[in-house]
């Protein structure tokens, strides 16, 4: 059968129409040159944008991990910058789900997502258009899958052509329910277990994108054996030790020192779970697994039309595959498997036809097994499920971190943090506490942001930039505790995961940017005191008041023959004509000032009142 495995750069338009293909192969392409970052948009549209990219930036795969050699130990190198193109293309607070794709070398990973993006263009919900008015399939409008023009790469043969992890350029917006959308990105990996990268090295890769997937495809050859179902469970190991960690960290031990923790109980009840479909432990830290079986060949329906025979015979298969051992080894292997899932199901697929593995194959949808294409049309229809039934929820959830939903920029950090922890060890498994500090790491990040976010909008509205009225010391103090109420909440609701220590650390952080956020607040309100500056007018007036009346007395008191009298009333007269002729020159130049002088007069004077109402009440009371 064949294989693929790398990215390629496509012609958008060509790229996307639907295409039926066999299940070529996979593995190793050349690296794609790295774009610039997009700067995030400020604000979330509620439409997906009308065209995703650019002129100059043609839909293709960007690396956005690439593994090292062995003579720099097999190192992870994370290119934050092609990431962080790619998720600035989803609008600011839409959920974002990941679909990857892991399996063997050469066993058709890059194949299959290449058919997936001539899916996803004809389902996308500001790309259909391109398809309306055509009844055929979707699969029936593509004439070839064409590497070069809108595809992962992919090619017959037995070496291998993807290597580190790739995720297309573009995110497709598809519709969830209640009028939302959700962003998907696909993301193909470097195929396992090619003679030339090591078992640490494999187990990094698997781990990776388990922890960023929300909708993970474990790509198998022809029917799961019990060595794909060990090597899963050796992969995700970690994700149940991360799960005692936490427990620990939190303190539930038992006494004498026995560690029984949450995430061994959460095991426990899924060993006692039938092995089906969904294991029923609200603490899996992975959301999906899904076994695609390539090239099956035992189907017991004859008739190639009845693709919901076949679904049924795909549930039996994998009950039986999951179903309870008494060997211990057997059973340890999927009871693993359960407590690491919360959802584990199988897909099976026939093979496309031999003159698809041929070396020399381009890419002919003619040369396809007609029923390859029907089952592969049912099982993208089930892979980009969005909306799901009357009494079935979507196939494919956003990507969740303890139970909360990922918007592009959340999602973002955790796979940075992620990222840079392999980088940081290299080709060695990492360790379940190290794993756990990386998530603890990302999750306090975007609860101090949450927690921030929300004591500034409070107070944006009450003292900010935009705020017009005036408010009394004891008035700001009132809000900004509410305020921090607030934002303290919001940050306890998301800062649930990792060590007790570590959030401490973070909420004191929010807590000390919140009180250097109060002193802008409390300038900008200041700013808008009716008394603020009121001095300055205050002692020209004082002093021209009082020598008018100084000047009234001396005329009235003084003989008129006194040349002492006369000289002072005409020295109090100059200073209080030039205090005015001051007052009609500012009145004539800062017509607007002295508008805003007004104003605050009268604020203060309902102020004034306002207090003096109140206390004469409180005193009568």
């Known amino acids: 059968m064949l294989d693929e495995d790398e990215p390629v750069i496509i012609s958008h338009n060509d790229a996307m129409s639907p295409s039926a293909s066999p299940t070529p192969p996979d593995d190793v392409s050349p690296p794609i040159s790295t774009v610039e970052s997009v700067a995030t948009a400020a604000s979330e549209p509620s439409e997906p944008p009308a065209s995703i990219e650019s002129t100059s930036d043609i839909p293709s795969a960007r690396q956005i991990v690439s593994i090292g050699s062995a003579s720099d130990a097999y190192a992870f190198t994370f290119h934050e910058e092609e990431l962080n193109s790619i998720l600035a293309k989803v609008p600011p607070g839409w959920k974002v789900a990941v679909v990857s794709v892991v399996g063997a070398f050469r066993t058709g990973k890059s194949f299959l997502l290449s058919w997936f993006l001539r899916y996803l263009e004809t389902r996308c919900v500001n790309r259909r258009s391109s398809a309306e008015g055509d009844a055929r399939n979707w699969y029936e409008r593509v004439q070839t899958l064409n590497q070069h023009e809108g595809s992962f790469d992919w090619r017959g043969g037995t070496e291998r052509n993807t290597t580190g992890m790739w995720m297309w ?72 030790m991360a799960l005692e960690a936490e427990a620990k960290a939190a303190g539930m031990t038992k006494e004498g020192g026995e560690k029984l923790t949450e995430a061994n109980e959460d095991c426990q009840a899924s060993k006692q779970a039938a092995p089906s479909m969904k ?54 292997t999927r009871d693993q498997i359960h407590s690491c899932f919360e959802e584990v199901s199988c897909f099976m697929m026939t093979h496309p036809g031999f003159a698809v593995v041929k070396n020399k194959y381009e890419g002919d949808v003619n040369k396809i097994d007609r029923l390859f294409l029907s089952l592969l049309d049912r099982y993208c229809q089930r892979v980009f499920d969005t909306t799901g039934g009357a009494l079935s929820p979507p196939k494919l959830q956003p990507k969740t971190v303890r139970g909360r939903e990922l918007s592009a920029v959340e999602l973002g950090t955790y796979i940075k943090s992620y990222a840079q922890m392999f980088e940081q060890i290299g080709a060695h498994f990492p360790k379940a506490e190290t794993m756990l500090e990386a998530t603890s790491k990302a999750n306090n990040t975007n609860a101090v942001a949450a927690g921030l976010d929300a004591y500034i909008e409070l107070m944006n509205d009450v003292a900010g930039p935009q705020a017009s009225d005036y408010h009394r010391p004891e008035e700001m103090e009132l809000m900004h505790k509410e305020a921090s109420e607030r934002a303290l909440a919001a940050f306890d609701g998301m800062a649930n995961f990792g060590s007790r220590k570590a959030i401490e650390e973070a909420r004191t952080m929010v807590i000390k940017k919140i009180e250097k956020d109060y002193q802008v607040f409390v300038s900008l309100n200041d700013g808008r005191n009716p008394l603020l500056g009121f001095e300055t007018y205050l002692l020209p007036m004082v002093v021209a008041f009082f020598s008018y009346i100084l000047r009234w007395m ?6 008129g023959w006194s040349q002492t009298c006369r000289a002072s009333s005409e020295l109090l007269s100059h200073i209080y004509m030039v205090i005015f002729f001051f007052f009609l020159i500012v009145a004539w130049t800062k017509t607007k000032q002295i508008s805003d002088v007004w104003q605050r007069v009268m604020a203060a004077g309902r102020m004034l009142v306002s207090d003096g109402g109140g206390s004469a009440k409180s005193k009568v009371d």
């Open 554 to 559: 001396a005329d009235f008191t003084c003989s």
């Open 169 to 240: 350029s573009d995110p497709y917006f598809l519709p969830r329910n209640q009028g939302e959308e959700v962003a998907v990105l696909l993301v193909d990996t470097q195929g396992m277990f090619d003679h030339e990268t090591t078992v640490g090295l494999t187990a990094a890769i698997f781990g990776l994108s388990t922890l960023l997937s929300s909708y993970q495809i474990y790509n198998v050859d022809k029917r799961i054996q019990e060595d794909n179902l060990q090597q899963l469970a050796l992969f995700s190991e970690y994700g149940r």
């Open 279 to 332: 294991a029923d432990t609200p603490k899996a830290p992975f959301q999906k697994i899904e076994f695609l079986v390539r090239d099956w060949q035992n189907f017991d329906t004859e008739d190639e039309s009845d693709i919901a025979s076949m679904e049924a015979e795909m549930a039996s298969y994998l009950d039986h595959v999951l179903a309870e051992r008494a060997a211990s080894d057997l059973k340890e």
